[in-house]
């Protein structure tokens, strides 16, 4: 495997992004990234299979418009990891802050603990084996799912009484769907948002994602394979239609 190690420390986000597509250009497989603190829009538009570490708290916009490599974050991320990424996959082994997965519309984004507000916003999909996937090991803050219009987002409440509190849940959602561990309170759902039975056939959909969550960071998916889960999904196609006056 040909590797690039980078050493990033004190570096601006523009001559680091310039070495890492240039390593991939030459044909890098694995680029450690070493000594990120901030630098935005790491990964964004790169292709192909190439695995990228990074050791530190990368910027916003981690893996923007990404289509196939995956990233793995050895601490926490900033806002907006995975924003409308086509395909591969985001790794992060801590926290991530407001806006993950903005309007993804492909691949996995896996968070070992906390996300902020709006995790999922404005999610789609447009081809069934390109479903955007969002798994959230702890728990998310208000408007989880905000407009979604595809995909799954996934909260397992790991270490957490209850893993969601915060309100909003799937506000204004028209696609996709939001599956939380455990009850979910009804106050907390958003406008246009539904609650739905959880059965056997939705765990055996959802099984190989939990496994793969749990081989990343090394938890007991047996612990996550019941039908503990509360599924939430769009009330209307158009939930906010009463809201506008047709001519």
Same mark, same amino acid.
Request: proline letters at 4%.
């Given at each position: 495997?040909?590797?690039?190690?980078?050493?990033?420390?004190?570096?601006?986000? !523009?001559?680091?992004?310039?070495?890492?597509? @240039?390593?991939?250009? *030459?044909?890098?497989?694995?680029?450690?990234?070493?000594?990120?603190?901030?630098?935005?829009?790491?990964?964004?538009?790169?292709?192909?299979?190439?695995?990228?570490?990074?050791?530190?708290?990368?910027?916003?916009?981690?893996?923007?418009?990404?289509?196939?490599?995956?990233?793995?974050?050895?601490?926490?991320?900033?806002?907006?990891?995975?924003?409308?990424? *086509?395909?591969?996959?985001?790794?992060?082994?801590?926290?991530?802050?407001?806006?993950?997965?903005?309007?993804?519309?492909? +691949?996995?984004?896996?968070?070992?603990?906390?996300?902020?507000?709006?995790?999922?916003?404005?999610?789609?999909?447009?081809?069934?084996?390109?479903?955007?996937? %969002?798994?959230?090991?702890?728990?998310?803050? $208000?408007?989880?799912?905000?407009?979604?219009?595809?995909?799954?987002? %996934?909260?397992?409440?790991?270490?957490?009484?209850?893993?969601?509190?915060?309100?909003?849940?799937? $506000? +204004?959602?028209?696609?996709?769907?939001?599956?939380?561990?455990?009850?979910?309170?009804?106050?907390?759902?958003?406008?246009? @948002?539904?609650?739905?039975?959880? !059965?056997?056939?939705?765990?055996?959909?959802?099984?190989?994602?939990?496994?793969?969550?749990?081989?990343?960071?090394?938890?007991?998916?047996?612990?996550?394979?019941?039908?503990?889960?509360?599924?939430?999904?769009?009330?209307?196609?158009?939930?906010?239609?009463?809201?506008?006056?047709?001519?």
């Amino acid at each position: 495997m040909k590797t690039v190690r980078i050493d990033a420390r004190g570096m601006h986000y !523009t001559p680091l992004n310039q070495k890492l597509r @240039a390593a991939v250009a *030459d044909g890098a497989e694995e680029i450690i990234l070493d000594n990120v603190l901030g630098q935005r829009f790491i990964g964004d538009g790169l292709r192909g299979d190439v695995r990228i570490i990074i050791n530190g708290v990368p910027g916003g916009d981690l893996g923007m418009f990404m289509s196939g490599p995956t990233c793995i974050v050895n601490g926490n991320a900033e806002h907006a990891p995975g924003n409308t990424m *086509d395909r591969g996959m985001l790794v992060i082994h801590g926290s991530a802050g407001d806006a993950v997965a903005h309007s993804m519309r492909g +691949g996995k984004v896996f968070i070992k603990n906390n996300i902020g507000y709006r995790g999922g916003i404005h999610m789609k999909q447009y081809e069934m084996e390109a479903r955007p996937i %969002l798994v959230v090991g702890g728990t998310a803050h $208000s408007f989880l799912g905000e407009y979604m219009a595809g995909g799954l987002v %996934l909260v397992l409440g790991i270490g957490k009484e209850k893993a969601m509190t915060d309100r909003g849940i799937g $506000s +204004g959602i028209h696609g996709g769907e939001i599956i939380i561990r455990g009850e979910v309170d009804d106050y907390l759902l958003g406008v246009g @948002a539904k609650k739905f039975e959880f !059965t056997e056939a939705d765990l055996e959909r959802i099984a190989p994602i939990i496994k793969s969550f749990c081989e990343q960071f090394g938890y007991d998916p047996a612990e996550f394979l019941d039908t503990n889960y509360t599924r939430i999904g769009p009330a209307s196609s158009r939930p906010f239609a009463s809201k506008y006056v047709w001519e």
